[in-house]
């Protein structure tokens, strides 16, 4: 049971260009989240999906796109990446919106030179 | 913004000792959660405790919360150098359907 991937783990991008995270959980959870963690900031919320077919804002959604493709898969896209969007991002799922616990991927390192 | 506030920042105790970490937040919560990370990892979700509840086990764990101070403790019991990584409280607010994390205490177990 591979719980919730995410890919790549490693990226750098250069100011101005575009990717997109990928992330799947197969746990058949109905709840995919994205936080980003920078050092002594804990983690922040940039977008999540309640439920298929919806997304909504965190904390921290400028610069930042989501789509939740199907049930099982969530992808955050950096249309222009900054310097600013250096961090490390952790995609997260739950089976439920109401705040239940979440499963984490391993992370994505993303350096914007 | 942060809901919840760990302390202390960091840890630094031997094998077999209890390391105690605090939590408070700011607004009433539906319920409040540990987490854990190693270091380079994703994190892993500990232990649940609900607004209604004052106390909860799991194994070597022993989570408190008071509601009237707003604030939680964790306690692990016995700790091995396995402990070692960084220890999340995150809060789930009432009518909310997000967590929020706080910043983190880095707990070091030395053999």
């Known amino acids: 049971n591979a719980g919730v991937t995410q890919t790549p783990k490693f990226q750098v991008l250069k100011t101005g260009q575009s990717m997109t995270l990928q992330c799947a959980q197969d746990m058949n959870h109905n709840s995919m989240y994205w936080y980003r963690q920078d050092p002594g900031m804990g983690l922040r919320l940039i977008y999540y999906?309640?439920?298929?077919?919806?997304?909504d804002k965190g904390e921290v959604p400028n610069g930042y796109n989501v789509s939740r493709l199907n049930k099982r898969e969530f992808s955050l896209r950096l249309e222009s990446a900054a310097p600013s969007q250096t961090s490390v991002y952790f995609c997260?799922?739950?089976?439920?919106?109401?705040?239940?616990?979440?499963?984490f991927g391993s992370g994505t390192q993303l350096s914007v030179l | 913004s942060q809901q919840g506030e760990e302390d202390p920042q960091a840890l630094s105790i031997q094998e077999g000792e209890n390391a105690t970490m605090n939590c408070s937040y700011k607004t009433s919560i539906n319920n409040l959660q540990w987490y854990r990370q190693n270091s380079g990892r994703g994190l892993v979700h500990l232990i649940l405790i609900r607004s209604n509840e004052r106390e909860k086990h799991s194994g070597r764990l022993r989570v408190t919360l008071d509601t009237s101070k707003k604030s939680s403790s964790l306690l692990i019991t016995a700790s091995r150098a396995a402990d070692t990584a960084s220890y999340f409280c995150?809060?789930?607010?009432?009518?909310?359907?997000?967590?929020?994390f706080g910043k983190g205490t880095m707990l070091l177990v030395s053999p």
């Open positions: 997260a799922s739950s089976i439920t919106p109401t705040n239940e616990k979440l499963f």
């Open positions: 999906s309640a439920s298929e077919g919806t997304t």
């Open positions: 995150a809060t789930a607010l009432s009518g909310y359907s997000t967590l929020t």
